[in-house]
């Protein structure tokens, strides 16, 4: 408040200088008559979405979340395009920095004089034809995994389907949420009822065990590959459309009671009209907030499945199935899982970020 | 009040019945379970097709339409007498497995949960009392941190760091092996040795949440006018923190407390399969990764069961702690 001292205007005032019509433009020389200048001079009209804006960029955590959520986005879209390991949208395999692993094993035998011997087994990999789990080098930043793909362009795709899956399950399940929601909170009643108890009995299912006992039943049903993505979105959905449905219904049953909701009923206009232009615009809001938490909270979901082993298939690379190739985490090399850990935590903290700044940008109480 | 309470308990039986159906459906869909598994598996037996009828029959899991849903009132029935089957894996009752393996998780998330509280409510007060400073914003990257790691690799950065590189803490499991002579001091030192890493990532991924609700609440009793009283009436700064906004900042809290039941008593599954506990959750990853259909409808209807008895305590506490919400129907 201190900085800006000129005045604010929230609402867009009527006589905003427009100099389309012959009305206005009297309008406003009309003003500058009377008052010798210009209204727009002295008051800097900030429409709500600015003054959003505004309270949104003044916050630096929420810029921080900005600005990793970019760089994020242009690491797994933009990124494979410039690596030599991702050649017309397919993986490619390093054949030719073939490392030689020797592996040596002792083996300790006493022979017929009583002696001690030390014998050793040497395990050469001399016939291999990629560069598996090799070292990390300028041409592999992160290094190879098992099957000679390049470890960090791995992360970068991972990305590209990690972040798709959030921003997928989340369209989904908010798209879900509002109608279901909406219904509730405007009909009321036996639909509101009904479709709360749906609510309140998915709140109750434990998500993980779920997701163990779905992801044993595509196993055995034979969905493999990207199929198994595809179901994972939507039974994600299924499980997260509650929260939004409540958040909807809770903010249009104190919506409807409000005077511009009797205007619109006056003014007689649709039901569907009433819902989804004067209603839900309202809810917005909240709605944005809640979809960019639910963002992070899907990747963590998404990264959770993928440790346990369950969510994308193997050869698919996400964030969450790149641990997973790392199943004893500790005794694996850190090449492995420490960098997709941190992409994903990453990720989630902008999101967590960005959404908290969010909600404070939008909360007309706040002072800041 | 009472009829308020019978209203919401007989709406609870409501949703545990759906919830029930629902988690029945799912399990009946699961193709093979540990009966299919074991029988095949098992060369000695002559007539696998016939002996798998058999164990089916034991279970009341033969196949079909009508059967399911014959198995499923079967289930209800023996649910409403106490008794939720046999486990497949370890051959005991289902309710002795779960309470056999709770212990351990309890204990753990119990200790938790006060270290996280007894951590949280005095730093989101100290927040909220200088909102934006220093201290404020420090604690609001650290609670978004908190929320935003993933269990399974805070745990297993923690376990790297601690446990494998510079060696101080054990890496997983309740004990270590002890000669027979230690004295029960010993053992219990040694096991809270090995309870400081998974301690300590289940206090930083879940004081967040606290953190931030004694801060929001804070902020909202220190605008309220109880507070401009007390302070009008030339009470000193500390009493003013300490006296009005600590008691009433707890309100809400005590509420939320019973929203934890579930985490209390059903084990954390990953952190649990992190740092290689035996608790419940660790059993039921096992369990249900082998298919075992007895177990897994107990335990999940369990999970629900305490799910809707804290969010039904939760709302009644609002009531009883806070004379100003009534209770409507």
């Known amino acids: 408040m201190k900085k800006n001292k000129k005045l604010d205007v929230s609402q867009q005032p009527e006589n905003t200088p427009v100099t389309e019509t012959e009305e206005t433009v009297a309008v406003v020389t009309e003003n500058e008559s009377l008052h010798g200048e210009n209204l727009n001079d002295r008051v800097r009209v900030l429409s709500p979405g600015m003054m959003v804006a505004k309270r949104f960029f003044r916050s630096k955590l929420s810029l921080i979340g900005l600005i990793m959520l970019i760089a994020l986005f242009l690491f797994s879209f933009l990124g494979p395009v410039f690596s030599q390991w991702y050649v017309d949208g397919e993986r490619v395999k390093d054949t030719e920095n073939i490392t030689i692993i020797a592996d040596v094993q002792a083996i300790e035998y006493t022979t017929e004089d009583g002696e001690k011997v030390i014998a050793y087994i040497i395990t050469e990999n001399a016939d291999a034809t990629v560069n598996a789990n090799g070292d990390m080098t300028a041409e592999h930043l992160l290094g190879t995994d098992k099957s000679g793909y390049d470890l960090f362009t791995d992360l970068m795709l991972g990305g590209r389907v990690s972040l798709t899956i959030g921003f997928v399950v989340v369209l989904l399940e908010t798209l879900l949420g509002v109608v279901l929601g909406g219904l509730a909170g405007y009909y009321g009643k036996w639909v509101d009822s009904l479709i709360m108890r749906i609510v309140d009995i998915i709140s109750c299912i434990p998500t993980l065990p779920i997701m163990l006992i779905l992801s044993a039943m595509f196993t055995s049903l034979g969905i493999v590959k990207m199929d198994r993505l595809y179901y994972m979105m939507i039974f994600l959905t299924f499980i997260g459309w509650g929260g939004i449905a409540r958040l909807v219904r809770g903010q249009i049953l104190s919506l409807r009671e409000q005077e511009f909701m009797l205007a619109a009923k006056c003014s007689g206009l649709s039901t569907r009209k009433k819902i989804f232009r004067h209603l839900l615009p309202n809810v917005m809001p909240q709605l944005i907030v809640s979809m960019t938490m639910g963002l992070g909270s899907i990747i963590l979901m998404e990264a959770t499945l993928g440790y346990l082993g369950l969510g994308a298939p193997l050869d698919v690379p996400t964030w969450g199935s790149m641990i997973n190739t790392a199943t004893d985490l500790i005794n694996v090399t850190a090449n492995f899982w420490i960098p997709p850990g941190i992409c994903i935590t990453l990720a989630i903290l902008a999101f967590n970020f960005v959404g908290d700044g969010l909600r404070d940008a939008f909360d007309p109480k706040m002072k800041r | ?329």
């Open chain 2, 1 to 329: 009040m009472l009829k308020y309470c019978i209203k919401r308990i007989l709406l609870s039986i409501v949703i545990l019945l759906g919830v029930s159906i629902i988690l029945y459906t799912l399990v009946r869909c699961m193709p093979v379970s540990y009966l299919e598994s074991q029988v095949y598996s098992n060369p000695q037996i002559e007539n696998p097709e016939q002996r798998l009828l058999e164990m089916q029959k034991y279970y009341g899991l033969e196949p079909g339409f009508w059967n399911a849903i014959k198995g499923y009132f079967s289930w209800l029935v023996n649910l409403c007498h106490g008794d939720l089957g046999v486990s497949m894996v370890t051959g005991q009752a289902v309710e002795d497995v779960i309470f056999d393996n709770m212990g351990v998780s309890f204990g753990i998330s119990l200790v938790a949960l006060v270290l996280e509280l007894l951590i949280a409510i005095p730093l989101g007060i100290k927040c909220a009392c200088n909102q934006y400073g220093k201290l404020d914003y420090f604690a609001t990257v650290l609670t978004m941190i908190g929320i935003s790691f993933p269990t399974f690799f805070l745990g297993s950065i923690v376990i790297k760091i601690f446990a494998v590189d510079l060696g101080w803490f054990e890496a997983g499991g309740l004990n270590s092996n002890l000669p027979t002579t230690a004295g029960s001091f010993t053992r219990f030192m040694d096991m809270l040795w090995h309870m400081v890493l998974p301690m300590f990532v289940l206090v930083i991924l879940s004081i967040g949440s606290w953190l931030r609700y004694t801060r929001t609440n804070t902020l909202e009793v220190l605008n309220a006018d109880y507070i401009r009283t007390a302070r009008a009436k030339g009470l000193s700064e500390n009493s003013v923190i300490y006296k009005h906004v600590f008691r009433n900042t707890l309100i809400p809290l005590v509420t939320l407390l019973a929203g934890t039941l579930p985490s209390l008593f059903c084990g954390a599954m990953i952190t649990e399969q992190v740092f290689n506990l035996p608790g419940i959750g660790n059993k039921a990853y096992d369990l249900t990764q082998k298919g075992d259909i007895p177990f897994i409808m107990g335990y999940n209807m369990f999970i629900a069961m305490l799910t809707v008895i804290g969010i039904l305590i939760t709302d009644i506490m609002y009531a009883v702690v806070d004379p100003r919400v009534k209770l409507g129907d």
